[in-house]
């Protein structure tokens, strides 16, 4: 009897180890598809968050940094799980550089529960204090920057298409017109 009692709470012990949350850390870790080299930004949005981040890459031109963005599912008390959806993209521009993306959740029935834009970039000239973006409306909003070693990146939620830099002076400089 005692035996089948060990081997019922050692079962339990194993079982409850097993369903323990995922933590964010090692989702962005073990579940991202590419090689995270820096955690840029974690943007709360309804059910997780938007990820900044970079990303080591190369080409057929040799290696260097992208940024991107991912969908996390969750939270720290039900766990994380990546919603992705794994790509990025490079481009160069000597002042800003500027990327939009959509993510799309749905629910086991395949109902929209949540529609997420985002619109990100790395601002590459030293010139630039400030960046506005706009969608359709062409209303410019201020961005958010964050500061790191790696570098100053902006990011903003919602349906932005531009983005464009500002000198201290509040001179335009490196908007994505073209």
């Not at 870790?29 to 309804?46: A, G, L």
Request: hydrophobic share 35%; with cysteine; proline share 2%.
């Amino acid at each position: 009897m005692e035996k089948k009692v060990m081997a019922l709470l050692m079962m339990c012990a194993l079982l409850l180890v097993a369903c323990r949350p995922v933590p964010m850390n090692k989702v962005i870790k073990e579940d991202i598809p590419f090689n995270v080299q820096e955690v840029i930004h974690t943007e709360k949005v309804k059910d997780g968050v938007i990820l900044l981040y970079a990303t080591r890459q190369k080409n057929k031109h040799g290696e260097f940094d992208a940024i991107t963005v991912a969908f996390l599912k969750g939270n720290d008390e039900d766990g994380w799980e990546n919603a992705g959806h794994n790509h990025w993209e490079h481009e160069e521009n000597e002042l800003l550089t500027t990327y939009t993306d959509v993510f799309y959740d749905y629910d086991h029935k395949g109902n929209l529960e949540n529609r997420i834009p985002v619109i990100y970039g790395k601002i590459e000239s030293k010139d630039i204090k400030s960046v506005e973006v706009s969608g359709k409306d062409e209303k410019l909003e201020k961005s958010h920057i964050i500061e790191k070693g790696s570098g100053r990146y902006f990011f903003k939620l919602g349906d932005y298409e531009i983005a464009r830099g500002l000198s201290s002076d509040g001179k335009a400089m490196g908007d994505n017109l073209e």
